[in-house]
Protein backbone atom coordinates (compact mmCIF):
# COMPACT_ATOMS: atom_id res chain seq x y z
CA UNK A 1 0.00 0.00 0.00
CA UNK A 2 2.57 2.31 0.66
CA UNK A 3 4.83 1.42 -2.56
CA UNK A 4 1.48 2.33 -4.57
CA UNK A 5 1.18 5.87 -3.60
CA UNK A 6 4.79 6.45 -3.69
CA UNK A 7 4.64 5.92 -7.44
CA UNK A 8 1.32 7.67 -8.59
CA UNK A 9 3.49 10.68 -6.43
CA UNK A 10 6.73 10.93 -9.19
CA UNK A 11 4.42 10.06 -12.09
CA UNK A 12 2.67 13.53 -11.17
CA UNK A 13 5.88 15.41 -10.64
CA UNK A 14 7.04 14.01 -14.53
CA UNK A 15 3.31 15.04 -15.39
CA UNK A 16 4.08 18.79 -13.76
CA UNK A 17 7.53 19.09 -15.41
CA UNK A 18 6.02 17.97 -18.76
CA UNK A 19 2.81 20.72 -18.61
CA UNK A 20 5.80 23.46 -17.66
CA UNK A 21 8.23 22.66 -20.39
CA UNK A 22 5.36 22.71 -23.15
CA UNK A 23 4.29 26.12 -22.04
CA UNK A 24 7.81 27.55 -22.26
CA UNK A 25 8.15 26.02 -25.97
CA UNK A 26 5.02 28.03 -26.67
CA UNK A 27 5.89 31.46 -26.71
CA UNK A 28 5.72 33.23 -29.80
CA UNK A 29 9.09 35.02 -31.40
CA UNK A 30 9.16 38.91 -31.75
CA UNK A 31 7.48 41.14 -34.33
CA UNK A 32 9.78 42.11 -37.38
CA UNK A 33 10.30 46.02 -37.28
CA UNK A 34 8.28 47.06 -39.95
CA UNK A 35 9.56 48.69 -43.32
CA UNK A 36 11.41 52.39 -43.18
CA UNK A 37 9.17 54.54 -45.35
CA UNK A 38 11.66 56.65 -47.47
CA UNK A 39 11.50 58.84 -50.29
CA UNK A 40 14.63 58.07 -53.10
CA UNK A 41 15.87 60.27 -55.69
CA UNK A 42 17.70 58.58 -59.20
CA UNK A 43 20.95 60.14 -59.46
CA UNK A 44 22.43 61.24 -62.67
CA UNK A 45 25.11 63.26 -64.23
CA UNK A 46 24.93 66.75 -64.30
CA UNK A 47 26.70 69.82 -65.53
CA UNK A 48 28.36 71.96 -63.24
CA UNK A 49 30.76 74.96 -62.14
CA UNK A 50 32.09 74.95 -59.05
CA UNK A 51 35.35 76.16 -57.40
CA UNK A 52 37.74 74.56 -55.69
CA UNK A 53 38.85 76.99 -52.84
CA UNK A 54 42.32 77.22 -51.27
CA UNK A 55 43.36 79.18 -47.55
CA UNK A 56 45.45 82.22 -48.86
CA UNK A 57 47.96 85.09 -47.56
CA UNK A 58 48.00 88.41 -49.05
CA UNK A 59 51.53 89.40 -49.83
CA UNK A 60 53.92 91.92 -51.64
CA UNK A 61 56.38 91.17 -53.97
CA UNK A 62 59.02 93.32 -52.83
CA UNK A 63 59.00 94.48 -48.67
CA UNK A 64 62.18 96.12 -47.57
CA UNK A 65 62.92 96.94 -43.78
CA UNK A 66 64.91 100.45 -43.68
CA UNK A 67 67.88 100.26 -41.07
CA UNK A 68 70.30 102.74 -40.37
CA UNK A 69 73.55 102.60 -42.17
CA UNK A 70 74.97 105.43 -39.85
CA UNK A 71 74.88 106.22 -36.79
CA UNK A 72 73.31 109.54 -35.37
CA UNK A 73 70.15 111.58 -34.26
CA UNK A 74 66.95 111.43 -36.42
CA UNK A 75 67.21 115.21 -37.76
CA UNK A 76 64.51 115.13 -40.94
CA UNK A 77 61.31 112.82 -41.50
CA UNK A 78 59.88 113.61 -44.92
CA UNK A 79 56.47 111.67 -45.08
CA UNK A 80 53.01 110.60 -43.56
CA UNK A 81 52.80 107.42 -42.00
CA UNK A 82 51.17 104.80 -44.38
CA UNK A 83 51.23 107.08 -47.51
CA UNK A 84 52.53 105.68 -50.90
CA UNK A 85 55.92 106.33 -51.65
CA UNK A 86 57.63 106.72 -55.20
CA UNK A 87 61.03 105.05 -55.76
CA UNK A 88 63.68 107.45 -54.85
CA UNK A 89 61.67 109.76 -52.46
CA UNK A 90 63.47 111.47 -49.12
CA UNK A 91 62.58 109.59 -46.29
CA UNK A 92 64.49 110.46 -43.69
CA UNK A 93 67.83 112.60 -42.52
CA UNK A 94 70.19 111.14 -40.05
CA UNK A 95 72.72 114.66 -39.05
CA UNK A 96 74.21 115.57 -42.12
CA UNK A 97 75.57 118.13 -40.48
CA UNK A 98 78.91 115.73 -38.98
CA UNK A 99 78.58 113.64 -42.15
CA UNK A 100 78.87 116.57 -44.63
CA UNK A 101 81.79 118.32 -42.29
CA UNK A 102 83.54 114.73 -42.19
CA UNK A 103 83.20 114.53 -46.10
CA UNK A 104 84.50 118.10 -46.69
CA UNK A 105 87.39 117.55 -44.51
CA UNK A 106 88.46 114.66 -46.34
CA UNK A 107 87.98 116.08 -49.68
CA UNK A 108 90.35 118.82 -48.23
CA UNK A 109 93.35 116.55 -47.24
CA UNK A 110 92.91 114.90 -50.67
CA UNK A 111 93.55 117.69 -52.27
CA UNK A 112 96.44 118.55 -50.01
CA UNK A 113 97.65 114.74 -50.91
CA UNK A 114 97.57 115.67 -54.58
CA UNK A 115 99.74 118.86 -54.30
CA UNK A 116 102.05 116.74 -52.47
CA UNK A 117 102.33 114.40 -54.51
CA UNK A 118 102.38 117.20 -58.12
CA UNK A 119 105.61 118.44 -55.89
CA UNK A 120 107.51 114.96 -55.54
CA UNK A 121 106.13 114.55 -59.01
CA UNK A 122 107.97 117.43 -60.33
CA UNK A 123 111.39 116.95 -58.03
CA UNK A 124 111.89 113.78 -59.36
CA UNK A 125 111.69 114.84 -62.90
CA UNK A 126 114.50 117.48 -62.11
CA UNK A 127 116.48 114.87 -60.21
CA UNK A 128 116.18 112.44 -62.85
CA UNK A 129 117.48 114.77 -65.52
CA UNK A 130 119.91 116.08 -63.26
CA UNK A 131 121.50 112.92 -62.78
CA UNK A 132 121.58 112.08 -66.55
CA UNK A 133 124.07 114.77 -66.93
CA UNK A 134 126.00 113.70 -63.71
CA UNK A 135 125.03 117.03 -62.22
CA UNK A 136 123.44 115.40 -58.75
CA UNK A 137 124.32 112.86 -56.49
CA UNK A 138 122.25 109.73 -57.34
CA UNK A 139 121.02 109.29 -53.54
CA UNK A 140 119.27 112.44 -54.03
CA UNK A 141 117.26 110.66 -56.89
CA UNK A 142 116.76 107.80 -55.38
CA UNK A 143 115.18 110.15 -52.03
CA UNK A 144 112.96 112.32 -54.48
CA UNK A 145 111.50 109.10 -56.32
CA UNK A 146 110.91 107.20 -52.83
CA UNK A 147 109.14 110.52 -51.83
CA UNK A 148 106.72 110.51 -54.96
CA UNK A 149 105.50 107.44 -53.94
CA UNK A 150 105.39 108.17 -50.67
CA UNK A 151 102.80 110.85 -52.28
CA UNK A 152 101.10 108.73 -54.42
CA UNK A 153 100.32 106.46 -51.47
CA UNK A 154 98.83 109.24 -49.68
CA UNK A 155 96.69 110.14 -52.16
CA UNK A 156 95.49 106.48 -52.36
CA UNK A 157 94.61 106.53 -48.86
CA UNK A 158 93.54 110.12 -48.83
CA UNK A 159 90.73 108.84 -51.57
CA UNK A 160 89.14 105.95 -49.97
CA UNK A 161 88.89 108.54 -46.60
CA UNK A 162 86.60 110.70 -49.26
CA UNK A 163 84.81 107.31 -50.59
CA UNK A 164 84.26 106.44 -46.63
CA UNK A 165 82.95 110.28 -45.80
CA UNK A 166 80.88 110.37 -49.03
CA UNK A 167 79.30 106.94 -48.20
CA UNK A 168 78.06 107.98 -45.18
CA UNK A 169 77.00 111.37 -46.34
CA UNK A 170 74.90 109.39 -48.52
CA UNK A 171 73.51 106.67 -46.03
CA UNK A 172 72.65 109.65 -43.88
CA UNK A 173 69.46 110.27 -46.02
CA UNK A 174 67.25 107.32 -46.56
CA UNK A 175 65.35 106.92 -50.16
CA UNK A 176 61.85 104.74 -51.06
CA UNK A 177 63.91 102.06 -52.40
CA UNK A 178 60.48 101.75 -54.78
CA UNK A 179 57.23 102.38 -55.56
CA UNK A 180 55.13 101.42 -52.64
CA UNK A 181 53.55 101.93 -48.87
CA UNK A 182 55.39 103.15 -46.25
CA UNK A 183 54.82 101.80 -42.52
CA UNK A 184 54.31 103.61 -39.01
CA UNK A 185 57.59 105.13 -38.23
CA UNK A 186 59.37 103.53 -35.32
CA UNK A 187 61.58 106.22 -34.44
CA UNK A 188 60.80 110.03 -34.20
CA UNK A 189 62.53 113.16 -34.61
CA UNK A 190 65.67 113.68 -32.33
CA UNK A 191 65.84 109.61 -31.82
CA UNK A 192 69.43 108.66 -31.84
CA UNK A 193 69.97 105.39 -34.27
CA UNK A 194 72.79 102.74 -34.63
CA UNK A 195 74.50 101.67 -37.81
CA UNK A 196 72.92 98.73 -39.06
CA UNK A 197 71.05 97.93 -35.75
CA UNK A 198 67.89 100.66 -35.03
CA UNK A 199 64.79 99.92 -37.82
CA UNK A 200 63.44 102.86 -39.04
CA UNK A 201 60.71 101.61 -41.22
CA UNK A 202 59.26 99.22 -43.75
CA UNK A 203 58.56 99.97 -47.23
CA UNK A 204 56.06 97.34 -49.52
CA UNK A 205 55.10 97.54 -53.00
CA UNK A 206 51.54 97.67 -53.09
CA UNK A 207 50.35 97.10 -56.57
CA UNK A 208 50.25 94.80 -58.01
CA UNK A 209 49.93 92.19 -54.75
CA UNK A 210 50.35 88.07 -54.46
CA UNK A 211 48.43 85.52 -52.34
CA UNK A 212 50.29 82.36 -51.54
CA UNK A 213 48.41 78.61 -51.50
CA UNK A 214 50.01 75.65 -50.86
CA UNK A 215 48.47 72.63 -53.31
CA UNK A 216 48.73 68.88 -52.59
CA UNK A 217 51.75 67.65 -54.56
CA UNK A 218 48.48 65.57 -56.68
CA UNK A 219 47.70 68.60 -58.03
CA UNK A 220 51.00 70.03 -59.35
CA UNK A 221 50.10 68.88 -62.80
CA UNK A 222 46.89 70.79 -63.02
CA UNK A 223 48.17 74.23 -61.55
CA UNK A 224 50.85 73.86 -63.90
CA UNK A 225 48.95 74.04 -67.03
CA UNK A 226 47.10 76.24 -65.59
CA UNK A 227 50.26 78.20 -65.58
CA UNK A 228 50.74 77.81 -69.03
CA UNK A 229 47.72 78.96 -70.10
CA UNK A 230 47.46 82.30 -68.06
CA UNK A 231 44.79 84.67 -68.74
CA UNK A 232 43.42 86.62 -65.91
CA UNK A 233 40.20 87.11 -68.55
CA UNK A 234 39.35 83.87 -67.94
CA UNK A 235 38.66 84.47 -64.41
CA UNK A 236 40.04 81.21 -63.58
CA UNK A 237 41.74 82.76 -60.49
CA UNK A 238 39.51 84.95 -57.54
CA UNK A 239 39.82 85.89 -54.28
CA UNK A 240 37.14 86.37 -51.56
CA UNK A 241 37.63 88.40 -48.12
CA UNK A 242 37.34 86.60 -44.64
CA UNK A 243 33.07 87.89 -45.20
CA UNK A 244 32.75 85.83 -48.58
CA UNK A 245 33.20 89.10 -50.74
CA UNK A 246 35.32 88.53 -53.98
CA UNK A 247 37.52 90.50 -54.77
CA UNK A 248 37.12 92.17 -58.63
CA UNK A 249 39.89 91.69 -59.66
CA UNK A 250 40.73 88.37 -61.33
CA UNK A 251 44.67 87.00 -60.90
CA UNK A 252 47.16 84.82 -62.26
CA UNK A 253 50.02 82.35 -60.85
CA UNK A 254 53.25 84.10 -60.44
CA UNK A 255 55.60 81.27 -59.81
CA UNK A 256 55.64 77.99 -58.11
CA UNK A 257 58.21 77.06 -55.65
CA UNK A 258 61.56 74.60 -56.42
CA UNK A 259 60.18 71.77 -54.15
CA UNK A 260 57.28 69.79 -52.70
CA UNK A 261 57.48 70.32 -48.60
CA UNK A 262 58.44 66.63 -48.06
CA UNK A 263 56.50 67.22 -44.19
CA UNK A 264 53.11 68.48 -45.35
CA UNK A 265 53.34 67.05 -49.06
CA UNK A 266 52.52 70.47 -50.04
CA UNK A 267 54.16 72.67 -52.72
CA UNK A 268 53.47 76.83 -52.42
CA UNK A 269 51.92 78.59 -55.57
CA UNK A 270 52.00 82.39 -55.61
CA UNK A 271 49.19 83.70 -57.73
CA UNK A 272 49.44 87.79 -58.45
CA UNK A 273 46.39 90.39 -58.07
CA UNK A 274 45.92 94.09 -59.59
CA UNK A 275 45.83 96.21 -56.36
CA UNK A 276 44.78 99.94 -58.02
CA UNK A 277 42.58 101.21 -55.20
CA UNK A 278 44.75 99.26 -52.43
CA UNK A 279 42.14 97.17 -51.33
CA UNK A 280 44.80 94.51 -50.81
CA UNK A 281 47.00 94.32 -47.61
CA UNK A 282 49.68 92.72 -46.79
CA UNK A 283 49.04 89.94 -43.97
CA UNK A 284 45.18 90.19 -45.04
CA UNK A 285 43.93 86.00 -44.96
CA UNK A 286 41.47 85.34 -47.95
CA UNK A 287 40.63 82.61 -49.94
CA UNK A 288 41.57 81.74 -53.61
CA UNK A 289 39.20 80.39 -55.61
CA UNK A 290 40.56 78.46 -58.31
CA UNK A 291 37.53 77.51 -60.77
CA UNK A 292 38.47 73.48 -62.03
CA UNK A 293 39.78 72.97 -65.00
CA UNK A 294 36.63 70.11 -65.44
CA UNK A 295 33.79 72.87 -64.80
CA UNK A 296 32.56 72.14 -68.65
CA UNK A 297 32.76 68.46 -68.12
CA UNK A 298 29.54 66.29 -66.33
CA UNK A 299 29.56 65.34 -62.85
CA UNK A 300 27.54 62.56 -60.66
CA UNK A 301 26.05 64.63 -58.32
CA UNK A 302 23.52 63.78 -54.77
CA UNK A 303 21.79 65.66 -52.85
CA UNK A 304 23.53 66.35 -50.33
CA UNK A 305 21.22 65.63 -46.98
CA UNK A 306 21.40 61.74 -48.64
CA UNK A 307 25.05 61.89 -46.91
CA UNK A 308 25.54 60.24 -43.64
CA UNK A 309 29.06 60.71 -41.90
CA UNK A 310 30.30 58.21 -39.61
CA UNK A 311 33.90 57.75 -37.61
CA UNK A 312 34.71 60.46 -40.30
CA UNK A 313 33.58 58.58 -43.58
CA UNK A 314 31.02 59.27 -45.97
CA UNK A 315 27.94 56.78 -46.79
CA UNK A 316 24.95 57.01 -49.15
CA UNK A 317 22.11 54.12 -48.63
CA UNK A 318 20.83 52.78 -52.01
CA UNK A 319 17.32 51.60 -52.29
CA UNK A 320 17.73 47.95 -53.64
CA UNK A 321 15.47 45.00 -53.44
CA UNK A 322 13.55 47.06 -50.98
CA UNK A 323 16.20 47.34 -48.71
CA UNK A 324 18.57 50.06 -47.78
CA UNK A 325 22.29 49.17 -48.76
CA UNK A 326 24.85 51.52 -47.25
CA UNK A 327 27.40 52.28 -49.73
CA UNK A 328 30.81 54.42 -49.09
CA UNK A 329 31.20 57.16 -50.65
CA UNK A 330 34.31 59.19 -51.42
CA UNK A 331 32.97 63.02 -52.35
CA UNK A 332 34.02 66.47 -53.98
CA UNK A 333 32.53 69.80 -54.07
CA UNK A 334 29.54 70.81 -52.36
CA UNK A 335 27.06 72.95 -55.25
CA UNK A 336 24.47 74.38 -53.42
CA UNK A 337 22.38 71.27 -52.23
CA UNK A 338 24.02 69.01 -53.79
CA UNK A 339 27.33 67.58 -54.00
CA UNK A 340 30.04 65.78 -56.49
CA UNK A 341 30.39 62.03 -55.83
CA UNK A 342 33.46 60.92 -57.03
CA UNK A 343 33.09 57.17 -56.56
CA UNK A 344 30.71 54.13 -54.58
CA UNK A 345 27.88 55.22 -57.00
CA UNK A 346 26.43 54.49 -60.20
CA UNK A 347 24.58 56.71 -62.47
CA UNK A 348 21.18 55.80 -62.07
CA UNK A 349 21.51 54.46 -58.63
CA UNK A 350 17.95 55.28 -56.71
CA UNK A 351 19.43 56.70 -53.43
CA UNK A 352 17.45 57.07 -50.07
CA UNK A 353 17.20 61.15 -49.33
CA UNK A 354 14.77 61.40 -46.08
CA UNK A 355 14.75 59.28 -43.55
CA UNK A 356 18.27 57.98 -43.14
CA UNK A 357 18.49 58.34 -39.36
CA UNK A 358 16.68 55.52 -38.69
CA UNK A 359 18.41 53.04 -41.40
CA UNK A 360 21.01 50.45 -41.04
CA UNK A 361 22.44 48.34 -43.93
CA UNK A 362 19.97 46.21 -45.03
CA UNK A 363 17.21 47.81 -43.30
CA UNK A 364 13.33 47.28 -45.01
CA UNK A 365 12.22 49.83 -46.25
CA UNK A 366 9.05 50.81 -48.31
CA UNK A 367 9.55 53.22 -51.48
CA UNK A 368 8.79 56.77 -52.00
CA UNK A 369 9.78 58.50 -55.23
CA UNK A 370 11.45 62.09 -56.28
Do not use: W
Amino acid sequence: MIMKKTITYVFLLGLTGTVTLTSCNSTPPPAAPPPVPVNVYKISKQSAVYMDTYPATVTPLNQVDLKAQVTGYITGIYFTDGQHVTKGQKLYDIDRLQYQATYDNAVANLNVAKSNQEKAQQDATRYTDLLKQDAVAKQLVDHAIADLQSSKMQVAAANATVARAASDLKYATIYAPFDGTIGISLVKSGTLVTANQTQLNTVSSDNPMAADIAIDQHEIPRFVGLQLHNNPADSVFTLAFSDNTVYPQTGAISLMDRAVDPLTGTIKVRLVFPNPQGFLKAGMNSNIRVKNNGADSTFLMAPYKAVVEQLGENFIFVASNNKAIQHKVILGTRINDKIIVKSGLNEGDSIIIDGVQKLRDSTAITLGHK
